[in-house]
């Protein structure tokens, strides 16, 4: 596809559960980022995957995420033992390069986890 | 660190009128800033980007962005607002001359258009 794609587009899960979200990037492109939007927040750095290198996991709020990615193809972002505060929409994006600044990011649709 | 505020979660305005939404920006270094638009039901679409170049950006559907380092500023503006302009807008800012430079967004202002 065009575009970067996102599954599922929405999750209902009870306390507790483990949960793996999905991200398919633009074709070629080498960064893959994961960000996190609750409810009246701004959007919040997760994880960040370019190339080769070491992902950047700076913004993982507790031991219970971590996020894979298989060559510069797809990543899968989980969540184990689920919380309640983990209710949010996941936003994934790519860009060709990775430079932050040059570079621009697009952006799946993003999976509404809702955590019960 | 960098870091933005978004003045303003809600922001009406009639259809026709301007649309000013502001955002202000914190930065050690020269910044990259950015505008972000996220329509109902969709993902998140760039709309504009400052890198240094020229001080007033020109962005897609109409839209521009003054920087304004006095004032730490990068307000987004609209001459005339279409109903179809009704959406959640992001101000970001990045740091590219830092070597730990990620994106960082402000929280979102949300657009109405009042017909």
């Known amino acids: 596809g065009a575009g970067v794609s996102q599954s599922p587009s929405n999750k209902v899960t009870e306390k507790g559960k483990d949960v793996e979200l999905r991200c398919d990037p633009i074709?070629?492109?080498?960064?893959l980022y994961w960000y996190r939007q609750r409810l009246g927040q701004g959007l919040e750095f997760l994880i960040y995957?370019?190339?080769?290198?070491?992902?950047?996991k700076s913004g993982l709020p507790s031991d219970r995420f971590s996020a894979e990615r298989t060559g510069e193809s797809v990543s899968t972002l989980t969540i184990q033992r689920t919380q309640q505060e983990d209710s949010a929409v996941y936003l994934c994006?790519?860009?060709?390069?990775?430079?932050?600044?040059?570079?621009?990011?697009?952006f799946g649709p993003g999976t509404r986890l809702t955590v019960l | 660190a960098q870091s933005v505020t978004q003045l303003g979660s809600h922001v009406s305005v009639s259809e026709g009128a301007l649309v000013l939404l502001r955002c202000n920006y914190s930065?050690?270094?020269?910044?990259?800033l950015f505008w972000y638009v996220q329509y109902p039901n969709q993902g998140l679409q760039l709309l504009l980007k400052?890198?240094?170049?020229?001080?007033l950006v020109k962005g897609i559907n109409g839209f521009e962005a003054e920087f304004k380092k006095s004032e730490t500023s990068f307000h987004l503006t609209k001459p005339s607002a279409h109903m179809s302009d009704a959406a959640e807008y992001f101000c970001?800012?990045?740091?590219?001359?830092?070597?730990?430079?990620?994106?960082?967004f402000g929280k979102g202002t949300r657009l109405h258009i009042l017909p």
């Open positions: 930065s050690s270094v020269p910044p990259y």
């Open positions: 074709s070629g492109h080498t960064a």
């Open positions: 970001a800012v990045s740091e590219p001359m830092n070597r730990d430079d990620k994106i960082i």
């Open positions: 400052y890198t240094s170049a020229a001080t």
């Open positions: 995957f370019q190339g080769n290198s070491a992902p950047d």
């Open positions: 994006a790519s860009s060709l390069f990775g430079l932050a600044g040059e570079d621009t990011q697009y």
